[in-house]
């Protein structure tokens, strides 16, 4: 161990406690791994059919291309009400504040702004 500091050195040997109970494979099990390694994994079984019904499934997406412009315009527009919604929100809340900061002149004392 080489570290200085407390902290680093106890995740050093937590780090090398770690590593030397790291249990073995069993033989046959690396000895299929490493096959399958050599191999460079090939898709078997079900999970080949999957794959393969997957294909057929998205190729269905594929074709309506002819609704993504209309999709954007509408994404667009839709964002532009937001917008709106937001700016005329923002303007309410502005009035607001301005109505608490400035107080209006009242008869009795002549202070503050009119309107």
Do not use: I, Y
């Amino acid at each position: 161990m080489t570290a200085a500091d407390p902290a680093e050195r106890e995740l050093q040997e937590l780090a090398l406690a770690l590593e030397a109970d790291t249990p073995e494979p069993r033989p046959a099990f690396a000895e299929q791994l490493s096959k399958r390694v050599e191999a460079g994994f090939p898709r078997t079984g079900r999970a080949a059919r999957a794959r393969g019904g997957a294909r057929r499934r998205l190729a269905g997406l594929r074709r309506p291309r002819r609704l993504l412009p209309a999709l954007a315009v509408a994404a667009t527009l839709r964002q532009l009400v937001d917008l709106v919604k937001l700016d005329a929100a923002a303007a309410a809340s502005l009035r607001e504040l301005v109505d608490l900061a400035v107080p209006t002149r009242t008869p009795e004392d002549g202070r503050g702004a009119t309107r």
